[in-house]
């Protein structure tokens, strides 16, 4: 499997997951249907399917059209069945979706939303996290509570150290001088900043991270309980 990384709207990833193999493809939250279009027709790929993180409009902007256009099957969340547009398939916490040699393991990470997933493509040992783990931060609670959102983080930190995340935006150097400003003695995350600077100088995403690199450099995922996770998610909140 290929990963190709979409930028779209002013700072969103959009991710297709391609199968090299006979040039099927995922896309995960489009966020806009023009540059999946762009990039599609150029390389003949044929989209089967679209998976949804969350239903909130930079996730699913292009769901619609793009379904119309190569009859694409929508995958999103059981419980957010009445609002992601053009939802076909319905998927659950801790169950696989499997189609064509795609297969991930569906995780229900609330927080962020109410009905937010995340899809862990674990034979290639890459996770699609939408608005809850991004590198160097976390997203906003805006549907659950704080214990919702520190215990979906926890899920992801369990998985493989290896385990290639891929976010829903390019975050990474606005979240570095949070983890900065609370973390100043951390050598890992300055070696982490100096990189990203790099890859931004040259054009290039900061995603994906591994997950080995946030969980010494991420502020929120060295958060050591509840109560320092929620101070914290309130701090970067006014910073
Ligand atoms: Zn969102
Ligand atoms: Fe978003």
């Not at 976390?138 to 992801?156: A, P």
């Not at 010494?216 to 929620?230: H, P």
Request: charged share 25%; hydrophobic share 35%.
């Amino acid at each position: 499997m290929k990963i190709e990384i979409i930028k779209c709207l002013q700072d969103n990833y959009s991710y297709l997951i391609i199968d090299e193999t006979n040039l099927n493809a995922c896309v995960v939250d489009p966020s806009e249907a023009k540059p999946i279009i762009n990039f599609v027709e150029s390389n003949n790929i044929n989209l089967k399917y679209i998976l949804n993180t969350h239903h909130h409009f930079d996730h699913i902007g292009g769901n619609l059209e793009l379904k119309k256009r190569y009859n694409s099957n929508v995958v999103g969340f059981k419980g957010d069945k009445d609002r992601i547009p053009g939802i076909d398939t319905l998927v659950d916490d801790l169950k696989i979706w499997k189609e064509n040699n795609f297969e991930a393991k569906i995780y229900h990470i609330p927080g962020h939303t109410s009905g937010h997933i995340a899809f862990h493509f674990f034979k290639e040992n890459k996770i699609f996290t939408g608005d809850t783990l991004f590198s160097l931060g976390c997203g906003r609670i805006f549907e659950g509570t704080y214990v919702q959102m520190f215990n979906s983080l926890k899920k992801i930190k369990a998985l493989p150290k290896n385990t290639e995340i891929y976010c829903g935006h390019e975050y990474t150097l606005q979240n570095s001088h949070f983890c900065e400003a609370h973390d100043s003695n951390n050598l890992q995350l300055k070696n982490k900043i100096a990189k990203i600077k790099d890859k931004l100088g040259n054009g290039l995403p900061t995603v994906p991270t591994i997950l080995e690199d946030e969980i010494q450099c991420n502020i929120f995922l060295k958060a050591i309980d509840l109560k320092t996770f929620s101070k914290l998610r309130d701090l970067k909140d006014n910073f």
